[in-house]
């Protein structure tokens, strides 16, 4: 079990749309964690193809330029039709009515120090989405709210 205490959180990027082409997140600083458990939220969207996320990957990176990152292999997703790299896992159909979540789970201490998120579509426009990088298993444990990377700490007991 990991103590939430522990633990360093990243609000990667949202957007209610992305027009075609790509989106690609602000980094998750990984120095002193071992694992990083990205979420990956697809809100409620029409089901036309056109809406539909193609390809859903992370990338890792030795600085923050999302432009120097390099794949991670068993971290890439596309739909069933996409006829680019080949992927590890199936992008969910996003739908009308229900969110779906993609969790991707990277045991960060054989990486580069920067993970980030790309998500593209073939057509018009994909949407929403937001995702959340969760760190655990610090070397040190992070105390406070500028420590974990949020606004407010509240421990209850």
Not at 50 to 69: A, F, I, R
Not at 134 to 149: I, Y
């Amino acid at each position: 079990m990991v103590p939430l205490q522990n633990t360093k959180l990243y609000a990667m990027g949202h957007a209610v749309n992305t027009a075609a082409n790509e989106f690609t997140s602000v980094y998750a600083d990984c120095l002193g964690f071992d694992i990083a458990d990205i979420a990956i939220v697809l809100g409620t969207q029409a089901t036309t193809s056109g809406n539909q996320l193609d390809v859903l990957k992370v990338t890792e990176g030795s600085n923050t330029y999302s432009s120097n990152s390099i794949d991670i292999t068993a971290a890439i997703g596309s739909t069933a039709g996409h006829s680019g790299t080949a992927t590890s896992f199936q992008i969910p159909t996003m739908d009308s009515d229900v969110a779906q979540i993609v969790k991707i789970h990277i045991d960060t201490r054989t990486r580069k120090r920067y993970l980030f998120v790309t998500i593209s579509n073939p057509g018009a426009e994909a949407g929403p989405f937001s995702m959340i990088a969760s760190l655990s298993r610090a070397e040190e444990a992070p105390v406070g709210a500028s420590a974990q990377n949020v606004a407010v700490v509240k421990n209850i007991t």
